[in-house]
């Protein structure tokens, strides 16, 4: 009886805890949250120099404009804008009233030392169009350009420019962004564990948030834990365990599983992502554009969204995330499933279909081999379009490479045709995948066509203003489309899950991402 | 031997030379460019060029190994390309969780998988001896990714008792030693049994037994001592192992440490990153392997004598 009793002491004692022990440290106003994972592993919050930024970049700094989830462009730290007719200046009147984490002013003056710093870095192209920084009088901040820069608002509002104070980047060297990172926004940093956890704690200064929030003082939340969590299936068990409250990234895969936990709802927002197959226009057989329209009209869009993404998302059928106006391309040439067509376009181009379901052109089969990386979904996907593919004659082999590896795979161009993604929303992506200077990788179509370049020199740096880029984009874009040196295929959503017994976020999203504006607006339950 | 540890440290050094040499090489011969994951829309082949020169990747490879080799001999293990912190920095942050995550994964193999080679030992060929080696035999045959996930289903997600990953408090601890120990208690199992009845049969035992000394106190003073030699030897070796195999746990366990470093460095080819996690991890297996040695040397007389 004693021994009995000492062990179910001793087991109630251990289990006590044990259970005090795995207790998340999650208080009231206190939220943690899993970044997503292409933001796993940012080894420091030194927007000016990295090359990688995560939501916490977005939580400590500013930028001077924002871009809402329409990509329109609205006020950040610059109240207003101003671009000469002829795009070779902007002047920015900026917020007066704001301070830095370490007391600073933020002005014109800080404003121009800080774009300096970009100068001689990796991330020095964001600001390569500017000629002159000029500080006018103490809130005008002054571009003269080199060239005229529609894109420079795109570039303002990315979170590689976020505003940092110029004085502590100075002070700091090397451990700038790692023991500290100043900047103007909501959250300061509090700790940062590279690979771990990054700890914000609530500005109470803060008085100038963005347009796109609704609550422009001091955010709900006291303290933001970001954890890095990269393993997805670890990710999710904590989201549905009570570990943490929300996961920034959820895998459409996991979408199912999240809809049968009571307390856990998934939030989906605009994507920025294409799923797009480019094909190699220099090699056989894709070196003949009846054969890259007839597969590019092979892939039939809506059945691939609804068996291997469970209708998660949307088809694409041209090259763009959907809201770019850049996207709105006239109705000819969006590429859509039409197996008839392909199978009369074969024809045309003189292969014919043999009895074993394979066509063929002088005794030589239309066959070839698809590139694909190593993750299951992209796997599946392959395996869906393989399956189209026969179905009009083309038989295709599939051949699959390391997701870290591929892209020096584009680089030797032995690539038929592959099926991959981008993740941008900026039509400049156009001119990276299909410029002629890049190819192999990032033009893995190999497309180097003198039309296109024409059009693509012309969208890239002869545009004076946004309106005629939009229109230059356009232009290159339907006529890249018409050459068919790819195959869209799906646009995914941004899928959020988060515990809702916990936090209340905002009805309304706004932002390309969850990032200031959502989460000066969402609180946490007590 | 003080002459017989000095003797084998200098040895190490040309050991040194051909793994970094070997580790320089493979990092650089396969497909991967650290300066794709730095180039961003927008950027041209002029930044290509730019940044290709930054980093001195333009360079021969034998150069740009020198200079490496160079700046590790000083303590300068260079600057992650991608990261662009200072690798020292990165490592030393990330070094001491595995330390602790590996040693404690080592006591928990060594307590466990000694107790249980004893056992096994003592009751050979009986049931308990059957259960034990084929109970740590499925242990050791089990993914530690697949292993890691199956403790977090049945201890975090039923049971609550521990939190799914992290590294925010001991208790997190628990899960990731359990995963990579479990693997480790078979051979340190195995590696106990054997020597156990290997010692056990010596003349020596078969004298205790005939002085009538109690069989229990003979195979655990006398005879346990005698088979830990070789343990002791295996454990010492097993430490590069552990702290390598501690990787695909980290990752898993979303703990820090040089296995998440490693992995994510790995993806960005950032090429000072991986070339230190590796050069460690081959430096923990060397140094293992010399402590293995040493301490075989010091345990058993018949090893002594033969250097001397």
């Known amino acids: 009886m004693s021994i009995s009793f000492r062990r179910a002491a001793l087991a109630t004692s251990v289990s006590f805890a044990a259970l005090i022990l795995a207790a998340p440290a999650v208080f009231a106003q206190e939220a943690i949250f899993v970044l997503q994972q292409d933001e796993v592993g940012v080894p420091t919050y030194n927007v000016v120099t990295n090359g990688n930024t995560n939501v916490g970049a977005r939580l400590i700094y500013d930028t001077l404009t924002v871009q809402d989830a329409d990509q329109s462009f609205h006020p950040g730290l610059a109240d207003s804008w101003v671009e000469a007719p002829d795009g070779m200046s902007w002047e920015f009147t900026l917020k007066t009233g704001v301070t830095f984490h370490n007391g600073e002013p933020f002005n014109a003056t800080a404003a121009a030392a800080w774009l300096a710093l970009y100068a001689a870095t990796d991330n020095s192209y964001m600001t390569q169009s500017i000629d002159k920084i000029e500080a006018v009088g103490e809130s005008t901040l002054k571009l003269t350009m080199k060239n005229p820069d529609p894109n420079l608002l795109y570039n303002l509002s990315s979170s590689f420019m976020g505003v940092v104070e110029p004085k502590a980047f100075a002070a700091l060297g090397e451990n700038y962004g790692v023991t500290e990172a100043v900047g103007t926004g909501p959250f300061k940093l509090e700790s940062f564990a590279i690979g771990s956890e990054t700890v914000l704690a609530r500005n109470d200064d803060y008085t100038w948030g963005s347009s796109l929030a609704v609550n422009k003082g001091p955010a709900k939340i006291a303290k933001i834990t970001l954890r890095e969590i990269a393993e997805e299936s670890t990710a999710f068990l904590e989201l549905k365990t009570g570990g943490v409250d929300m996961l920034l990234g959820v895998p459409t895969d996991f979408l199912g599983e999240l809809a049968k936990e009571p307390n856990i709802t998934a939030l989906t927002l605009p994507g920025q992502e294409v799923v797009y197959m480019p094909f190699n226009v220099t090699k056989a057989p894709f070196d003949d554009i009846n054969v890259r329209h007839a597969a590019a009209l092979a892939v039939n869009q809506q059945e691939i969204l609804d068996s291997v993404y469970g209708g998660v998302g949307s088809v694409a059928n041209q090259f763009l995330i959907s809201a770019l106006p850049e996207s709105k391309v006239a109705p000819e040439y969006l590429i859509s499933y039409d197996p008839a067509k392909a199978a009369e376009l074969l024809d045309a181009a003189g292969w014919t279909m043999g009895a074993d379901g394979v066509r063929a052109k002088d005794g030589v089969p239309l066959s070839i081999t698809l590139w694909t990386q190593s993750d299951s979904v992209f796997r599946r996907l392959t395996e869906v379009i393989q399956a189209e593919f026969k179905a009009v004659g083309i038989a295709s082999e599939i051949t699959t490479f390391d997701s870290s590896m591929i892209r020096d795979q584009y680089k030797t161009g032995e690539q038929q045709a592959a099926v991959r993604s981008y993740y941008w929303n900026n039509a400049d992506i156009v001119d990276w995948f299909f410029g002629g200077d890049r190819l192999g990788y990032p033009n893995i179509s190999m497309f180097n066509d003198p039309k296109a370049e024409e059009l693509r020199v012309k969208a890239m740096s002869g545009s004076a203003n946004g309106t005629e880029r939009t229109a230059n984009f356009v232009a290159y874009h339907e006529y890249v489309l018409s050459q068919f040196p790819m195959a869209p295929i799906y646009q995914p959503v941004q899928n959020i899950g988060y515990n809702k017994d916990r936090l209340v976020l905002p009805a309304e999203i706004h932002g390309t991402r969850i990032g200031a504006a959502t989460i000066l607006d969402t609180t946490v339950v007590e | ?308």
């Open chain 2, 1 to 308: 031997m003080l002459g017989y540890t000095l003797r084998r440290l200098v040895l190490l050094i040309p050991v040194f030379l051909a793994v970094s040499v070997i580790i320089f090489a493979i990092i650089h011969l396969i497909p991967g460019d650290p300066v794709d994951s730095l180039l961003k829309v927008g950027s041209g082949p002029e930044q290509r060029a730019e940044i290709t020169a930054r980093y001195g990747l333009d360079r021969p490879l034998y150069e740009q190994y020198l200079i490496w080799l160079g700046n590790l001999l000083t303590g300068d293990m260079g600057t992650a390309i991608v990261g662009k912190r200072p690798v020292i920095d990165l490592v030393g942050q990330a070094l001491p969780h595995s330390l602790v995550l590996s040693g404690l994964a080592l006591l928990f193999s060594t307590v466990f998988g000694i107790a249980l080679g004893v056992i096994a030992a003592l009751k050979r060929g009986k049931l308990a001896d059957q259960a034990i080696m084929g109970g740590v035999l499925l242990g050791s045959t089990v993914p530690s990714f697949w292993l890691g996930l199956l403790l977090i289903l049945a201890f975090s997600v039923q049971l609550g008792w521990f939190p799914v990953s992290g590294a925010r408090t001991w208790s997190g601890l628990v899960l990731p030693v359990l995963t990579i120990g479990l693997g480790g208690i078979a051979l340190v199992a195995r590696v106990t049994r054997v020597a156990m009845i290997d010692a056990s049969q010596r003349d020596f035992v078969m004298l205790l037994h005939a002085k009538g000394m109690p069989p229990m106190r003979i195979q655990l003073r006398h005879v346990l001592r005698h088979a830990l030699i070789p343990v002791v030897t295996i454990l010492a070796l097993r430490i590069g192992w552990v702290l390598g195999g501690a990787v695909t746990v980290e990752v898993v366990f979303a703990r820090p440490g040089l296995g998440t470093l490693l992995i994510k460095a790995l993806n960005q080819h950032d090429y000072p990153v991986v070339q230190a996690c590796l050069l460690l991890l081959a430096m923990a297996v060397m140094l293992g392997t010399l402590l293995g040695d040493i301490l075989q040397a010091a345990m058993d007389p018949r090893v002594r004598a033969a250097l001397q």
